[in-house]
């Protein structure tokens, strides 16, 4: 089957409640060759699922998380983590509420046909990994360098890795204003629903590293505090028990987390900002995909394996 294509040399797209922008670099239009392997859908694509009618934890962002994790610095934890689900909870259901799509229903077979190359195809078996958030660091991991991808797929190819997010998508974001142990520092909630669609390609010569992370189990964590004796511990050198520092500890709180992500080193187009593309994965994705997905990046991304470095005591570089 052969479609028109611009060859699309770097390409991102991004809409969401009915406002889209789009930027394209393109060359002379040709036509191409649509693989076998694309002329039929990849993988059976249900259509977009409604928003989740109610909110719960796990569609906080990385960050958001984080942040929520680190409340337990207040003896007063109980009650602010109470305070901020009650708000969140609230506010989402008030998005709910009010949310529209852009009733497209756009799959993502539909997107994706035309995308590719003359002669690339597709790796990882043909499967795709199911993200749940994308983010976009500086050199350093620390701060955000462009707009995060929401909940979608990743295509791995012989030549580029293809991100789209073409889903209906709910989150929400907990920030910190000034130092929240101090007044009138505190927290800032924001929780949104949204229909986005948003593609973004990378060229794999533009990969420096990779590194895969995955972690699943519980924790427990307790507050222990110290609080000033009666008598301000004047009477503390007589020996006498109630004289002495009192000791009270919190609730256990008890968590499990599921972690996995994949961090990439990234020379970003198309500027050839220094960069790191952190992908965290959906529960769902099998470990074994994950690994198939990092082994076919290192295998086809020459800034992966171009430079091999010496065993160690052989007394020569690179």
Known sequence: MEVPFANVKHAAYSGSHGTQNIELEVQDSETYEVPAAMSRPVMSQPVRANVPTVFHEAMYDPTSKAVLD????????????????????EMYRSNVA??????????????????????????????????????????????????????????????????????????????????????????HVETSCNDTLHYMSVPLSCFRSVELYASVGVKSTANIHGQAPCCCGL???????????????????????????????????????????????NPSVPLTTTKDFVSDLQRHAPGLHDKIMPEAGDGQIG
């Open 70 to 89: 680190g409340t337990y610095v207040h003896m007063s934890r109980g009650i602010l983590n109470g305070l901020i689900s009650q708000q969140t909870s």
């Open 98 to 187: 009010a949310f529209t799509g852009m009733h497209d229903n756009l799959s993502y077979d539909s997107l994706l046909a035309g995308l590719l190359y003359r002669g690339e195809t597709l790796l990882v078996n043909n499967q795709y990994i199911y993200y749940s958030y994308v983010s976009f660091l500086d050199q350093h991991g620390n701060s955000t360098t462009k707009t995060p991808m929401r909940q979608g797929r990743a295509f791995l190819t012989t030549q580029r890795l293809l991100m789209l997010s073409a889903e209906t998508t709910a989150g929400a974001n907990l920030t910190k204003f000034g130092d929240p142990k101090k007044l009138p520092g505190g927290y």
């Open 235 to 281: 009477c503390g050198f007589f020996g006498m028990e109630m004289c002495l520092k009192h000791w009270s500890v919190d609730v256990t709180q008890g968590q499990a987390h599921n972690d996995r992500y994949i961090t990439m080193g990234v020379i970003m187009p198309p500027w050839g900002t220094r960069s790191f593309l952190q992908m965290y994965l």
